[in-house]
C-alpha cells in the first residue's frame, strides 16, 4: 500500500505531544492553582464548602467533619487521573475551590476538566474564570486538541458556564449513569484546538484591567464574547 505525501503530513499533524498535568502549578493575576494537598488545602476548603447546595451534583459529599473531607481528599492527592487542583485566591491566600483534569489522553489529544466545586467566596468571580482560563489554556498551549466539560444535564448552571466559558454543546448521553441513587443524564460540551485562539483572545480581553468598572463589574460579559464561537451541531441528518 503507498501513502501519499500529503496524507502524510496528514498524519503528522495529528501527531502530539501532550504533556500529563501531574504535578502542575499555574499562576494568574488573581489566582494559584496548586496539586491538592490535605496538609495546605483541606481546613480552607472544608471551611469554605459547608453549604450542601455545593455538593449536589457530585457523586460524593457534602462532608460532615474535617476529618471526612481529609479521608476523601487523600486519595486524591496522589491519583494521576483524575488529577486535582487547590485553586488559592491571591488577594487572602486561602483555597476557595477546587478543579481537575481527568480522561487524560496524552496519545489522542484528549483532556477534561472536572469535578468542580467552587465554594460561594470563588463563585461568580473574575477569580474563577481566570482559574478556568488558566487551565483551558495550559492544556492547548500542551499539545492537546481536545478540552472536554461533561455535567448533569439538569445542571443549569454547570451548562450556561461551559458556554459561557466557550465549550460547545455536543448533545446528551440518556441515563449514563446513577448518582446519589438518582438517574443522570450526561451533557457534554467541548472546545478544540483550531478555536483556541479566538477564544484566548476573548478571554485576555474578559479579564483585562479595562473591562472591569471602579467596582468590580464586567462591562462586557465573557458569554457575549464567546457566544458566536460556538460550533452549532449540525442535526439535520
Not at 502530539?16 to 491538592?36: A, E, F, I, Q, T
Not at 488577594?91 to 484528549?110: C, E, F, M, P, W
Request: contains cysteine.
Amino acid at each position: 500500500m503507498t501513502i501519499s505525501t500529503s496524507a502524510v503530513g496528514h498524519l503528522n499533524d495529528l501527531e502530539r505531544s501532550c504533556r500529563h498535568p501531574k504535578n502542575l502549578s499555574l499562576v494568574g493575576l488573581s489566582v494559584r492553582l496548586d496539586p491538592l494537598n490535605v496538609d495546605t488545602h483541606s481546613v480552607d476548603l472544608f471551611k469554605a464548602n459547608l453549604s450542601e447546595d455545593n455538593w449536589k451534583y457530585l457523586p460524593y459529599g457534602p462532608f460532615d467533619t474535617l476529618e471526612s473531607y481529609q479521608n476523601w481528599m487523600r486519595p486524591y492527592c496522589s491519583s494521576d487521573d483524575p488529577v486535582f487542583l487547590a485553586i488559592t485566591r491571591l488577594n487572602d491566600n486561602k483555597a476557595a475551590g477546587v478543579a481537575s483534569y481527568l480522561d487524560i489522553d496524552t496519545q489522542n489529544a484528549s483532556i477534561e476538566v472536572g469535578h468542580l466545586n467552587f465554594s460561594p467566596l470563588l463563585q461568580r468571580s473574575k477569580e474563577a474564570t481566570e482559574a478556568m482560563y488558566l487551565m483551558m489554556k495550559w492544556a492547548f498551549d500542551n499539545g492537546y486538541r481536545r478540552y472536554a466539560w461533561r455535567c448533569n444535564a439538569s445542571n443549569i448552571p454547570s451548562r450556561k458556564a461551559a458556554q459561557r466559558l466557550g465549550l460547545s454543546f455536543e448533545g446528551i448521553f440518556r441515563q449514563a449513569g446513577i448518582v446519589k441513587g438518582e438517574n443522570r443524564d450526561t451533557a457534554w460540551f467541548a472546545a478544540i484546538d483550531k478555536e483556541w485562539a479566538s477564544l484566548d483572545r476573548c478571554f485576555r480581553s474578559y479579564l483585562s484591567k479595562e473591562n472591569f468598572s471602579a467596582t468590580g463589574t464586567p462591562i462586557k460579559a465573557l458569554s457575549a464574547m464567546t457566544a458566536p464561537l460556538l460550533y452549532k451541531v449540525d442535526d439535520s441528518l
